[in-house]
């Protein structure tokens, strides 16, 4: 199969192991992007905390290297971490987001 209708009732299903598979397929040049995909994902939503700018700017980035061998495109990404979303392409981020200021002083 290469085309799914999005919205049928097996799109879930359809999404969750086309995800896996892809995971699967690269898991041994991309280990740790195949364990968040493997792991983390439901249909095209991932969700994972870290504790780091660092490890999550690595995760996005490591994720992103085998969805675009599969030809998928990882994006929508959000953080509430500003030098995490100052790493993401503006293209690449969740709807319309924009980096607040540090308040006066907490510098």
Known sequence: ????LIGASSSPGCANFGFGQLAKDH???YPNASDYILSNFYMDHGLK????VKDALQMIGEATEP???????????V???REVMEGVPISERQGV???RP???GST
């Open 102 to 104: 540090p308040p006066a």
């Open 97 to 99: 987001w924009y980096i």
């Open 1 to 4: 199969m290469t085309v799914h």
């Open 79 to 81: 953080s509430n971490s």
């Open 67 to 77: 969805c675009t061998l599969g030809n998928l495109q990882l994006h929508r990404f």
């Open 49 to 52: 905390s870290v504790s780091c």
């Open 27 to 29: 898991a041994t040049k």
